[in-house]
């Protein structure tokens, strides 16, 4: 029963676009006590289903695996011959050969169905609302569809207009889509609150300014998705400087000092973010980010001994090399966004003793040989004062005790490739001090937009538009210069496009920009570890197949994308 509601909820929410369709753990209010409701509180009520599906949207296995995984930033090959293997479809993922059945593909595109649909029965409900805050909420739940609808545009090529929430959707492409986009923001900017009054978790005015400054940077790339060369118009180039310009002047936001806190536990009030992913711990938290890439035998809270990583995707050796490329004979860990040392490296022989409270694993780019808590059948391993013993791990729980947990530069898909230990890892997100298995309870806030952002798409619009070299180069140095809790990264002293992708690399790595990035930057059809594919076609993803069957009934209503 729950496999034939899951598929009619896919074909419905297709179709119709309608709320009808719930997952089926949801609590659902007595329609006595509803109706007992005042209407500032059902006001209030209306608005939480709009944002209640961001956290699976932001999961590891569905928007962040197609935004990055298919880019030269991560890779996740078969570990171990086994783990990971999921029907080979990271490894299609990655060398853009993904069909329209890939379950990660059908999952993103269900969720932003289902949201898009919340965000409709909220307008409509808010058009009939008395409350004195409707008109603020109208505005976010309408911003909120453009968002969708925006992600949407970027990954299917396709968006939603729907107003009647018992009629089809209209299904636009191209400029018309960019358009319908625009006007969404445009028309619900002057009525949205402040991030000061609101927070980073709920759709503000800089939100809505940063949205449409990453609408007309890619709206080029929109309008002809398959172009050999992209039309970047100046007029949109303008608009870009426009709203970033406001958000830079209007002070709500500012850049952070210490890199590696913009996505810490205690992020959400750190004053970089934009807007975010609102995670709670108890509610809707999940520690994906944290735990994705690190290793099996990596356990980084010394309250939970069965909270671990997974080993997962890690950076392509192409990636890492952009890095030694841009510092030479220094390495790169001199730049505060690779790496942040929280816990020494041992050198004695003997395994080192520490204080729970003091054990923090480290964050950024890890490589070489990792240590970590040493675990004994479950436990933690303790000295004889009770403090964590320390060590070298190795893969224990993989039963390879012989293996170190060495990441190494090395990680393809050939044999040598796919061990448990290739490939550095990324760890930029804190590890949940909350999670007690390392999938649960994460309390930071993802990204979606940040101020460092802000200022770099001000840069690249300055160089589009006029190749104003000196304006982009003073907008990313400021970026670089900001991270002053440690030794800030030097200053360059020159910028070309190039140079600026590059610079979006070092400070977006792993926070879901890549693939738009690099489309954008004509770099997507290029060859990395263990893809060569060059088809302009896998700019954007395959519809899956169960909504175009779900389609079907209104025939050329939902045509697959070219190429699949």
Request: include cysteine; aromatic fraction near 10%; hydrophobic fraction near 35%.
């Amino acid at each position: 029963m729950k496999k034939k509601l899951s598929l009619i909820c896919t074909v419905a929410g297709l179709l119709f676009l309608s709320n009808g369709c719930t997952d089926l753990k949801e609590e659902v209010l007595d329609e006595t006590l509803s109706a007992q409701l005042s209407e500032e509180a059902t006001a209030n009520g209306l608005i939480a289903p709009v944002y209640a599906l961001l956290p699976n949207l932001f999961q590891h296995t569905t928007y962040f695996a197609l935004q990055e995984i298919s880019t030269d930033e991560a890779i996740l090959p078969y570990r171990g011959g086994t783990d990971w293997g999921d029907n080979g479809i990271y490894l299609a993922l990655h060398a853009h050969n993904t069909t329209s059945t890939d379950p990660n593909v059908n999952s993103t595109w269900n969720t932003l169905v289902q949201s898009i649909s919340r965000s409709i029965t909220a307008i409509s409900s808010y058009k009939n609302s008395t409350s004195p805050g409707a008109a603020v909420y109208l505005a976010e739940a309408r911003g909120m569809r453009a968002y969708y609808n925006l992600i949407m545009l970027d990954m299917f090529g396709i968006a939603f207009v729907k107003e009647d929430p018992g009629a089809p959707s209209v299904i636009v492409r191209g400029d018309e889509a960019v358009k319908y986009i625009e006007s969404e923001l445009l028309d619900v900017e002057p009525l949205l609150q402040p991030k000061s009054v609101v927070g980073p978790g709920r759709l503000n005015q800089a939100a809505a300014w940063g949205l449409l400054s990453r609408l007309y940077l890619n709206a080029a790339v929109y309008r002809n998705i398959y172009g050999q060369t992209f039309d970047f118009q100046p007029g949109d180039m303008d608009k870009v400087i426009q709203y970033t310009d406001k958000i830079i002047a209007s002070g709500q936001a500012k850049l952070s000092p210490d890199y590696f806190s913009i996505f810490s536990d205690n992020n959400h009030t750190n004053d970089e973010l934009i807007f975010a992913v609102d995670q709670r711990a108890e509610l809707n938290g999940h520690n994906r980010m944290a735990y994705f890439s690190i290793s099996g035998d990596q356990f980084p809270l010394a309250e939970f001994p069965a909270a671990n990583g997974t080993d997962g995707p890690g950076i392509t050796s192409d990636f890492y090399q952009s890095w030694v490329q841009a510092y030479g004979a220094v390495d790169p860990s001199r730049d505060p966004r690779f790496y942040k040392q929280n816990m020494s490296i041992y050198t004695n022989k003997a395994d080192t003793c520490i204080n729970d409270a003091d054990y923090k694993i480290n964050r950024g780019i890890l490589r070489g040989q990792q240590y970590g808590a040493l675990r004994v059948n479950g436990a933690f391993v303790r000295c004889p004062d009770g403090k964590l013993k320390v060590g070298k791990l190795t893969y224990v729980t993989r039963n390879r005790a012989d293996l170190p947990v060495s990441f190494s530069e090395l990680i393809d898909f050939t044999t040598a490739g796919s061990n448990y230990n290739t490939g550095y890892r990324v760890e930029k997100y804190e590890f949940s001090s909350k999670s007690n298995t390392g999938r649960n309870r994460g309390e930071a806030d993802i990204v979606i937009l940040r101020l460092a952002d802000i200022y770099l798409m001000r840069a690249e619009a300055k160089l589009r538009k006029s190749n104003d070299a000196a304006g982009a180069l003073a907008d990313v140095n400021l970026v670089r210069a900001s991270r002053t809790a440690t030794l800030a990264p030097p200053a360059l002293t020159s910028m070309t496009l190039d140079l600026l992708f590059r610079e979006r690399g070092f400070e977006f790595y792993w926070e879901m920009l890549r693939r738009s990035d690099m489309i954008r930057f004509g770099k997507y059809e290029g060859k990395w570890t263990e893809k060569t594919n060059s088809d302009v076609k896998k700019r954007i993803f395959p519809i899956p197949q169960t909504a175009i069957d779900g389609a079907s009934n209104l025939p050329g209503y939902l045509k697959q994308n070219d190429g699949y």
